[in-house]
């Protein structure tokens, strides 16, 4: 046999190596009480799920992205990757970047996997052609754990970067929020009313921020429990100002001081606070166009000025 093709037939025994020891890890996870136990819980929740296209979706139009969502679903709740704890965690970080609906825990850990596999076979097909690590069989298998383990990481820091810009998006607005929530209290209009019109009128200028508050106003409007509805918000948000916008209502509430003053006081601070964070963004500006400047417009305008005196420094020798 060839080389290339004892490089092929290695490469093909890792990733059956690979994929045997998930399925002994995997059936070793069902085959114990526990296991068992937990799968037939997945199996019940899978059952009393419904099995219609997600909002705003038709059967014709969209059908083939439902049903990919729904096999990702199954496949990620069928998994026995991470437990409870980790997966409530992971629910929390897909709450804070948009993804709100039952499928979204299950979708994040069958992505993770499948990026996973993809990851190590690339890492596997590609392994020969690194210098230092392509030569070693060993070597390899170590690349392909490693990128294996890194794949099933990717997904997550890229939620928490989706979460990050949704953050700051809602940060941006928030005083703008505050403003109008002032005027809906002063109007006489209650804490969810108020809510309400605010969510309404920032549903075109920060979408992010108008769902949440749609949302607030919803669980003020069905449960009553106003602390746990604005604790909520300050969860899925999770912004030091709006904790602090929380803990305000939540007092104001308890001991019967009037909301209006304290949401004046407390826009005119985040307010302020936006205008010092634009002021620092502008005073940081001129030291961060030093380095582009040296690199790109000195040397254009090095060349223009300097360039006709050397050309004819350069035609005075050569005449010489």
Not at 24 to 29: Q, S, T, V
């Given at each position: 046999m060839s080389d290339a093709s004892i490089e092929t037939l290695l490469d093909l025994l890792m990733l059956v190596?690979?994929?045997?020891?998930?399925?002994?890890?995997?059936?070793?996870?069902?085959?114990?009480?526990r296991g068992r136990i937990a799968e037939r819980v997945r199996e019940a929740a899978l059952s009393l799920r419904p099995h219609s296209s997600p909002a705003g979706m038709d059967d014709d139009g969209a059908g083939l992205r439902a049903r990919l969502l729904r096999r990702l679903a199954t496949l990620g709740d069928r998994l026995p990757l991470f437990d409870a704890k980790y997966r409530a965690e992971l629910g929390r970080q897909m709450v804070r970047g948009g993804y709100r609906g039952k499928h979204a825990v299950p979708i994040l850990v069958a992505i993770k996997f499948l990026f996973?596999?993809?990851?190590?076979?690339?890492?596997?097909?590609?392994?020969?052609?690194?210098?230092?690590?392509?030569?070693?069989?060993?070597?390899?298998?170590?690349?392909?754990?490693?990128v294996f383990i890194v794949g099933m990481i990717v997904p997550e820091y890229v939620l928490a970067l989706r979460a990050q810009r949704?953050?700051?998006a809602m940060a941006a607005c928030l005083p703008d929020a505050l403003d109008l929530l002032v005027i809906c209290t002063n109007a006489g209009n209650s804490l969810a009313v108020s809510i309400r019109r605010v969510a309404d009128e920032l549903a075109s200028i920060c979408p992010p921020l108008s769902d949440e508050f749609s949302?607030?106003?919803?669980?003020?409007?069905?449960?009553?429990?106003?602390?746990?509805?604005?604790?909520?918000?300050?969860?899925?948000?999770?912004?030091?100002?709006?904790?602090?916008?929380?803990?305000?209502?939540?007092?104001?509430?308890?001991?019967?001081?009037?909301?209006?003053?304290a949401l004046r006081t407390l826009s005119r601070t985040e307010r302020l606070a936006h205008i010092v964070s634009l002021e620092e963004k502008a005073a940081k500006l001129a030291p961060k166009m030093v380095l582009p400047m040296m690199l790109f417009i000195l040397p254009a305008v090095v060349v223009i000025a300097a360039g006709p005196a050397i050309i004819q420094i350069l035609e005075f020798f050569a005449k010489q």
């Open positions: 190596a690979l994929f045997g020891t998930l399925a002994l890890w995997w059936a070793a996870k069902r085959g114990g009480r996973g596999i993809v990851c190590a076979t690339l890492a596997v097909m590609l392994g020969s052609h690194i210098a230092f690590v392509g030569r070693y069989p060993a070597a390899r298998g170590i690349l392909m754990v490693f949704r953050r700051l949302l607030t106003a919803d669980e003020l409007k069905l449960s009553g429990d106003s602390t746990r509805a604005l604790n909520g918000l300050a969860q899925r948000i999770d912004l030091p100002a709006i904790r602090v916008l929380i803990s305000t209502l939540t007092q104001s509430m308890r001991y019967g001081t009037p909301i209006t003053q």
